[in-house]
Antibody, heavy 122, light 108 residues
Framework: QMQLQESGPGLVKPSETLSLTCTVS????????WSWIRQPPGKGLEWIGY????????????NYSPSLKSRVTISVDTSKNQFSLRLSSVTAADTAVYYC???????????WGQGTLVTVSS | EIVLTQSPGTLSLSPGERATLSCRAS???????LAWYQQKPGQAPRVLIY???TRATGIPDRFSGSGSGTDFTLTISRLEPEDFAVYYC?????????FGGGTKVEIK
């Protein structure tokens, strides 16, 4: 059974770069859409972006939310079956629980990671 | 970018009652690309419905989705204790995924 697990620092200073990794176990990272989603404390869900990778064609693509596009990079490490999120120039508004999830291009079918809280504070 | 507005913000009902949740889009959404999620406290969301009306694997048939264009509905026919949670609609369009603000279904 496929499982996802987020990892990374729980505290990031303002203006620095938030970096998280999602480790996929129980299946290959190839041929699915891999998303990052975040949820500020007590608030709703915000899709950050996704990455698609196909090992058979060695093709990959990314797509990001317009509101975050200038600060976001999602990348894949196939050797480790992981994908990563980098969000630059963070502010307190980026404090949230960050989830990784598998899906298709149009829906987050799951599984999801358990989520990791990242706090932006000096 | 399509904006999804969910109503009501909070729905107070008793177990056994019927819940009707609304999701309204600022522009027409293809029915193929409207999904509903359930989130319980401290847990990640899980998909209930996709394609506006198709139940995801393992989802009980008391959950149903309907609608088209700009108006979509999630109905829970008879609330079970485990159904009290927050529900989000989500659409896909112009290569973007966007969520509604959520409806909390709480015990009356």
């Amino acid at each position: 059974q496929m499982q996802l697990q987020e990892s990374g620092p729980g505290l990031v200073k303002p203006s620095e770069t938030l970096s998280l990794t999602c480790t996929v176990s129980g299946g290959s990272i190839s041929s699915y859409y891999w998303s990052w989603i975040r949820q500020p404390p007590g608030k709703g869900l915000e899709w950050i972006g996704y990455l698609y990778y196909s090992a058979s064609t060695n093709y990959g693509s990314t797509n990001y939310s317009p509101s975050l596009k200038s600060r976001v990079t999602i990348s894949v490490d196939t050797s480790k079956n992981q994908f990563s999120l980098r969000l630059s120039s963070v502010t307190a508004a980026d404090t949230a629980v960050y989830y990784c999830a598998r899906g298709n291009y149009d829906v987050l079918t799951g599984p999801w990671g358990q989520g990791t809280l990242v706090t932006v504070s000096s | 970018e399509i904006v999804l507005t969910q109503s009501p913000g909070t729905l107070s009902l008793s177990p056994g009652e019927r819940a009707t949740l609304s999701c309204r889009a600022s522009q027409s959404v293809s029915s193929s690309y409207l999904a509903w999620y359930q989130q319980k406290p401290g847990q990640a969301p899980r998909v209930l419905i996709y394609g506006a009306s198709t139940r995801a694997t393992g989802i009980p048939d008391r959950f149903s989705g309907s609608g088209s264009g700009t108006d979509f509905t999630l109905t829970i026919s008879r609330l079970e204790p485990e159904d009290f949670a927050v529900y989000y609609c989500q659409q896909f369009g112009s290569s973007l995924l966007t969520f509604g603000g959520g409806t909390k279904v709480e015990i009356k």
